[in-house]
């Protein structure tokens, strides 16, 4: 950790950068940094030598106030002082007849005492009242008026994160305790790329704690007559949460049980609400976990003092095993009448009816902690509907659910938000609380189109194969032939979020309707080197009963059709199959719509013979769109200059208002730049 000398020139320089400054410019002195020794990536040095200049400078304003700096800044030293406690948002401590620095953040170590050996130097004492804001735990103290001597302070900080301190004989310590201890590791924010990589949108455990403070709050919850109950699996990797949640709810009441199952039951929730603080509420953690390892791995996690990790979760993986004999003909097991592993046998029992959803999904491992959050939320709110009463007076319910994901030693632990509702103490459901700048699931979708992508999903996942491949995300150039519905619009910004922007090749019910011309405009369009690469898919709205070819839609009371033209055509196709004469040509006014219903024609019976016509609409047009799209790229992937073409086709599903869509991918193809096809991407 080289921090030292750009702590002390820091402070040298904010010292005459802050004296005419009124209002200290920073908004938080609890910087609480986690760096291991030698190993410091440079986003993450910059972003600490940010934070450290506005703290040195805050600091800095103090001792010139102390030592009676002139200017209209600084009419008193306790009035600069008070400016500065007044910009932090932390733990004060005040000292009087004389100045005292407090722990500038545990994790910044040595650095931080060379800092405040170097502030020592500047306060020249002081009779104000000083109030510095701080964390719970840090590394300096001065402890009595410094004096204007010249003082030597080398600390260093071995690999293994001990301190080390060597003071130059005869140097006054000014009351300075060099703590010997390692430096500690703040590890909430140590993120952990691969977590959100396998689950976007999913929150670190930071960030989740306060996102609920802030949903409850709104809610009218106060965290002093609040009481948590959490129902997380029994392993040791999940009590991070509990703490992080007990460190601002004071502590939790745990329901949970193997694989997370709120076990404890409607009597452990009766028993939680008899100690909820009287006129309080609570509020309900719950979920399935699941561990991200280092490869990014799902499933399994590295563990502490253990060369080799192994399963996580353990139970739910062999319940997932039980499950898949099952369902391939093995025996079905009964529920013990003896406490010795009835636990095990209830969490394989619960998982039996997504077994062919398992057996289906891409990644067993992953699809596995989703199927077992929807098996917990039905237990879970049955336990609701029979224990609420047992919350006494006004007293409200709040009930979060979502997957835990575990992480490698030494970095912050995840949980994707799932569903967060507010329920009153008669077992009603009184408001949906998830916020909307979190990203949420919409699990019905699954119901309906198995296998379909959050866009998010889709877009890491399609990011990581083309990455393979060589694509590079500043030379690759993403065409869309979505439907013009604005529903439609938001895939395209999430791929914009990682390719800049898109050509857009669309019309109705998301034929290419740009043609052979657009392609090879798009084609002209593409960085010198690089690639392309085409999203193409009909769309369908699931809305918020599961009922597929409608959705509830912004600021209207009632939804509507969804693809509204393929429905059109749907009905064109109908009435040609019972005899009605197929339309021609019309004007130019309305051309597309007629090209829909031409090309959805030789799909007729099909539709005729589905059970859900308005599911088997949107494959009928993928089908229809997918023959298009490979005459236009045949005939003119040539324009591409020395670049490959991925064709990516599929179905948008479009999704209630605060829900994330989705896309059921369907094909994805490589093409050269001469319209041969290469292979297929994804199987």
């Avoid at 309080?280 to 991200?292: E, Q």
Wanted: aromatic share 6%.
């Amino acid at each position: 950790m080289k921090l030292t000398l750009g702590l002390t020139a820091l402070l040298a320089a904010q010292s005459h950068a802050f004296a005419p400054v009124v209002t200290p410019q920073f908004s938080r002195a609890d910087v609480m940094l986690s760096m291991a020794a030698e190993d410091v990536p440079m986003s993450k040095r910059k972003r600490i030598l940010k934070r450290l200049s506005k703290v040195a400078g805050a600091l800095a304003t103090v001792g010139l106030a102390a030592s009676g700096a002139p200017g209209p800044a600084f009419a008193s030293t306790a009035t600069a002082a008070r400016k500065t406690a007044a910009s932090a948002a932390a733990v004060k401590e005040t000292a009087s007849a004389g100045v005292e620095l407090v722990k500038v953040g545990a994790g910044i170590g040595a650095g931080a005492v060379a800092a405040g050996a170097a502030v020592g130097t500047m306060l020249k004492g002081s009779n104000g009242k000083i109030e510095v804001a701080a964390p719970a735990k840090g590394s300096i103290k001065v402890t009595q008026p410094p004096v204007n001597v010249k003082v030597n302070v080398q600390p260093k900080v071995l690999p293994s994160g001990k301190v080390e301190w060597a003071v130059e004989k005869g140097s006054p310590n000014f009351g300075l305790q060099l703590d010997e201890s390692p430096v500690a590791e703040d590890v909430s924010s140590n993120v952990f790329p691969q977590a959100t990589k396998a689950f976007p949108g999913a929150l670190t455990n930071s960030e989740l704690t306060n996102m609920i403070g802030e949903v409850l709050e709104s809610a009218g919850y106060d965290k002093d007559k609040t009481l948590v109950a959490t129902s997380l699996c029994c392993d040791e990797v999940n009590r991070p949460l509990e703490t992080d949640l007990s460190e601002v709810y004071n502590t939790n009441f745990n329901m949970g049980g193997l694989a997370g199952f709120p076990f404890g039951g409607a009597v452990s929730f009766g028993a939680m609400a008899a100690h909820i603080p009287d006129g309080g509420s609570c509020a309900v953690v719950y979920g399935p976990h699941v561990g991200v390892d280092h490869d990014g791995s799902i499933g399994t996690v590295e563990r502490r003092g253990r060369a080799n990790g192994g399963a996580c979760c353990g139970s739910a993986v062999a319940a997932s095993g039980y499950v898949s004999g099952v369902f391939n003909g093995g025996a079905k097991g009964a529920i013990p009448d003896d406490a010795l592993d009835a636990q095990q046998a209830m969490v394989g029992e619960s998982l039996l009816p997504y077994a062919e959803r398992l057996e289906k999904a891409d990644d067993k491992m992953r699809e596995l902690p989703f199927a077992l959050y929807d098996a917990q939320s039905d237990l879970m709110k049955e336990i609701i509907s029979k224990s609420a009463g047992g919350v006494a007076g006004d007293g409200k319910i709040a009930v979060l659910g979502g997957i835990q994901i575990n992480t490698p030693p030494g970095f912050s632990d995840y949980y994707l938000p799932l569903s967060f509702d507010l329920y009153d103490n008669k077992g009603n459901l009184v408001e949906d609380l998830f916020p909307k700048t979190v990203q949420r699931a919409f699990p019905k979708v699954l119901d309906v189109f198995p296998g379909a992508l959050t866009n998010a999903e889709l877009v890491n996942k399609v990011t990581r194969t083309i990455e393979d491949l060589g694509f590079a995300s500043d030379k690759t150039l993403v065409a869309t032939s979505l439907c013009c519905d604005e529903v439609n619009r938001p895939l395209e910004t999430d791929l914009s979020g990682v390719f800049d922007t898109n050509f857009h090749m669309g019309g109705l019910a998301g034929f290419p309707f740009g043609g052979a011309t657009s392609f090879g405009a798009m084609a002209s369009h593409i960085p010198d080197g690089g690639d392309t690469l085409v999203v193409f898919g009909p769309h369908v709205g699931v809305d918020s009963k599961g009922t597929a070819g409608t959705v509830e839609r912004r600021g209207r009371a009632n939804g509507g059709s969804c693809c509204g033209s393929a429905v059109a055509a749907s009905g064109y196709v109908a009435g040609v199959l019972g005899g009605d004469k197929e339309a021609s040509l019309p004007d130019i006014v309305d051309a597309q719509q007629y090209f829909v219903g031409k090309m959805l024609l030789p799909y007729a019976k099909q539709l005729d013979k589905a059970e859900d016509r308005m599911v088997e609409l949107p494959y009928a047009l993928y089908d229809a769109q997918k023959e298009l799209m490979k005459r236009i790229v045949t005939e003119k992937a040539p324009a591409v200059a020395d670049g490959n073409v991925a064709v990516l086709g599929g179905i948008q599903i479009n999704t209630p208002e605060g829900y994330s869509d989705y896309y059921l991918p369907l094909s994805f193809d490589l093409y050269d730049n001469k319209g041969n096809y290469a292979k297929s991407l994804w199987e």
